[in-house]
């Protein structure tokens, strides 16, 4: 945290008590952690374009606050046809911000974009199973797929819907146009995005009339404009905050920060490098020290309990900077450059956990090049197999709860954040997205996870807490897959 966030939040916190914010109390202002890099919901898989989109767009299912999915655009759960084809039924009467109606051609169109190769979406990965759709009827859509696919119904809930007409228009990625509770204002680049409510929404009519979402990458900045009134909603509070704010709110995340170690090239092509630079890190240092208590060890995968998939006898590599040495020193690559890639102000604590694992890295004797950049260009490194660093932190949170989202697109050979070439892993990632048996399925991704982590593939960090910093005139619950709704909330 630099010297003048220090001085802000010094300066909040003395005339926090003496402050009464001018605010409306029909505006809410969330401040965001970056700005979106676009705002078409279907190209980039950023999590400031989903915090906006969110509001804008609807899936075809949705998810309680607890978790549990349940009927969204759709009118009832999708129903199985055929081993490989899915039919969804929607609700009547439903419209676009612009008056279109939210019909079978523009959810098949939905569908059949976000797969085209051309558009090269980096959620691909997570709809990689789905061959095609197609128009029925009005209200009547049918999904196909290359095998049987016993997640559809979570795919249906991370799919958005987009209008057909608007899409094709080319402003999609400027002026988002959906069917959900709040329509598109206008984009200050560099500043803030503006959404109104949609007084012709077709479910409950939001409370809140007006969201403004700021972009404040320093967080002892959002902190202090928190502290002064500024904002309702900061994301990423620091820890060492909660009990200084206004409110806190937090919930068990499913955030999960790891290091991406390529396994093609450089000097981690050698899994003793690899398994080094796992053992090197004091994990349980960085969730007590960093993070106040509120984060807890990651079990050596990608997955928490509450996820299928999750391998229960797998643990976290311990720490061991004496065995790291030595393994470093047997593949003759101690004093070498090593190349990590990240971000700043987009995840809780980002900087500070890159930095952490450099020293670490750096203690059993690598020489770290830490490079920290911009979102947008991170998001290109991070995504752009050509531009491979030899380490690239990233926080992945899995919100379809089935390994096959975190896996097809980390672990998998091709998948958009994958650093390997293992064809074996591959293999076994494909027939379990296929496998209608739940136990053959299971055993497929405990075998997938055991060897990611034999092979040493990511260097598991935490899975944190989601920590948010509220005015005390706003009611809300945090979700525990992280989404923010605003029809979700209430202003005093």
Request: glycine share 8%.
């Amino acid at each position: 945290m630099t010297a003048r966030s220090l001085l802000r939040i010094a300066l909040a916190l003395l005339c926090a008590a003496f402050w009464i914010p001018a605010a409306s109390a029909q505006q809410l202002t969330i401040a965001l952690g970056s700005e979106p890099t676009t705002l078409d919901p279907q190209v980039r898989e950023d999590g400031s374009e989903r915090a906006v989109n969110d509001n804008v767009y609807e899936t075809l299912l949705a998810r309680t606050p607890d978790g549990n999915l349940a009927p969204g655009l759709a009118a009832a759960m999708p129903a199985l046809v055929d081993p490989t084809t899915w039919e969804v039924k929607l609700r009547p009467g439903i419209r676009f911000h612009d008056g279109s109606p939210l019909d079978a051609a523009a959810v098949a169109y939905s569908i059949e974009r976000v797969i085209d190769p051309k558009l090269k979406s980096e959620q691909a990965s997570f709809f990689s199973t789905i061959a095609g759709a197609s128009k029925v009827d009005d209200l009547t859509v049918r999904i196909r797929t290359n095998g049987p696919d016993p997640i559809m119904a979570a795919r249906l809930y991370w799919l958005k819907i987009v209008s057909p007409a608007h899409a094709a228009g080319k402003q999609i990625g400027t002026a988002p146009l959906g069917t959900g509770p709040y329509r598109f204002v206008g984009w200050n680049r560099g500043r803030d995005i503006t959404l109104e409510a949609n007084k012709d929404y077709w479910g409950e009519k939001p409370r809140v009339q007006k969201v403004v979402y700021r972009f404040v990458s320093e967080p002892g900045t959002r902190l202090a404009g928190l502290m002064a009134g500024e904002f309702d909603l900061i994301t990423n509070l620091l820890p060492e905050f909660v009990e200084r704010v206004p409110k806190a709110a937090h919930v068990r995340g499913l955030e999960n920060p790891i290091v991406i170690l390529n396994a093609d090239g450089g000097i981690t092509k050698d899994v003793r490098v690899r398994k080094a630079l796992n053992l090197a890190v004091d994990k349980k240092a960085l969730a007590e020290g960093l993070f106040e208590g509120r984060a807890i060890v990651a079990p050596g995968q990608l997955l928490g309990p509450a996820h299928f998939g999750f391998n229960e006898k797998l643990a976290a590599y311990g720490y061991d900077p004496k065995q790291a040495r030595k393994l470093l020193e047997e593949a003759g690559v101690v004093g070498k450059k090593i190349q990590m890639v990240g971000t700043s102000g987009r995840w809780l604590k980002d900087r500070e956990v890159i930095e952490a694992v450099a020293a670490y890295w750096q203690d059993v004797g690598l020489k770290v090049d830490v490079k920290i950049y911009e979102f947008g260009e991170y998001l290109n490194r991070l995504f752009d197999r050509n531009t491979r660093a030899d380490a690239i932190f990233v926080v992945n949170s899995n919100e379809m709860m089935d390994a096959d989202r975190s896996l097809s697109a980390y672990y998998k050979a091709g998948g958009v954040g994958a650093s390997n070439t293992d064809a074996e892993l591959a293999g076994l990632i494909d027939s379990a997205r296929t496998e209608v048996d739940t136990g053959r399925r299971r055993a497929m991704y405990h075998q997938a996870v055991q060897r990611a982590w034999d092979n040493a593939y990511f260097v598991w960090l935490l899975n944190i807490e989601d920590v948010y910093g509220t005015s005390k005139r706003l009611q809300w619950t945090p979700r525990m897959d992280g989404k923010i709704l605003v029809k979700e909330m209430s202003l005093k």
